[in-house]
């Protein structure tokens, strides 16, 4: 994940930061009721299906949609990708067009829209040969608890070897339970979620880089994961999925875990979420409530945190213990951790 450059970011200093939280002077008043937003809705999105060439791909692009249902300030993501598809991707949003959205009837700019690509060689799920062939010997190495060797494996073919998208999400399920082995649910964490990645279908439904039967085994084992360390708003986004997707028994244990995130986000007490900044000096969190406070920091720094919504993009300078207020006049926002890598944290929700 890629920290935004672009001209619409926001940098908050230090003095503005201590007083966001009693009314937010430098982004204006809180309204006395919450905004109507009503998000862009494509009018033309053609070239968004193009054809693969020998190697697949699954790249995120963020853009502005303006006023005029243009689109602006086109950038990668990241994912699974190669230049030839993020050069084609770029000039593809660029032609892209919307009916505006707008905030209480007005049209209005909107930020930080994500869409994920996804491109195939053919429309079966497949792996390549030589992914393939090396699959027994990760197992092998897997089974014998030689966690850091099979770590190894996976990420030289995920830099060499990986060629479709079941490719990339299979060596990314098997690095789950090499992370689980290592201890480090964190990672774990981090190689479910892009394992059980998507993107949209011609009809709009989520199409998965896993088989059906993979992808439901992945999922359940996300659950258990992000409510081991208490990240309960993925705890809740990844039920959505399994239980749009698949028919669970009531008396299916990943219930009590549903049930404990539900009970945690309806409670008016504050919701602590444990966190470690990514080996890409990231970690990306949907917060579940506006006010926010970040605490416990340890083994590494924390460097800025990057408010990515839907009006504006805003970048804090972090202070530890200091409460951030995202009024609701930005929409929806996502927050981008940036530090050293391996540093672990607590982030605090706390209701309005």
């Not at 309204?31 to 054809?51: H, I, N, S, Y």
């Amino acid at each position: 994940m890629k920290s935004t450059t672009k001209s619409n970011t926001t940098r908050l200093n230090s003095a503005l930061l201590a007083v966001m939280l009693a009314a937010a002077p430098a982004l204006g008043q809180e309204p006395a009721k919450t905004p109507v937003f009503v998000d862009p809705v494509p009018l033309m999105q053609e070239g968004r299906f193009q054809p693969g060439v020998r190697v697949e791909g699954l790249i995120t692009a963020r853009y502005t949609v303006k006023t005029d249902g243009s689109t602006d300030d086109i950038e990668i993501l990241g994912g699974f990708t190669n230049p030839f598809y993020e050069n084609a991707i770029r000039e593809t949003v660029k032609k892209w067009t919307f009916t505006p959205g707008s905030v209480d009837g007005t049209p209005r700019d909107f930020l930080n829209q994500e869409y994920t690509f996804k491109f195939r060689v053919s429309d079966t799920l497949a792996i390549s040969k030589e992914v393939d062939e090396q699959l027994q010997v990760i197992r092998e190495t897997i089974d014998k608890k030689e966690f850091a060797d099979a770590g190894k494996q996976i990420n030289s073919i995920l830099r060499r070897g990986v060629q479709s998208v079941l490719d990339y999400g299979l060596m990314n399920e098997m690095m789950v339970q090499v992370n689980l082995g290592l201890e480090d649910p964190y990672a774990a964490l981090e190689a479910s979620q892009r394992a059980t990645a998507s993107s949209p279908g011609i009809n709009g439904e989520p199409e998965y880089l896993l088989t059906p039967g993979l992808l439901q085994g992945a999922l359940r084992q996300q659950v258990m994961v992000a409510a081991t360390i208490r990240q309960q708003g993925t705890v809740l986004e990844t039920w959505k999925k399994l239980d749009a997707l698949f028919d669970l028994p009531a008396d299916d244990s990943v219930h009590q875990w549903i049930k404990a995130a539900e009970d945690a986000v309806a409670s008016p007490d504050q919701l602590v979420s444990l966190a470690k900044i990514n080996d890409d000096g990231h970690w990306v969190q949907a917060p579940l409530r506006r006010i926010f406070s970040v605490s416990d920091v340890r083994e590494g720094k924390l460097k800025r945190i990057v408010a990515h919504c839907q009006r504006r993009t805003l970048e804090l300078e972090f202070q530890e213990g200091v409460d951030w207020n995202l009024p609701a006049s930005l929409g929806h926002c996502e927050l981008d951790f940036q530090g050293d890598e391996g540093t672990l944290f607590a982030l605090y929700e706390f209701a309005q």
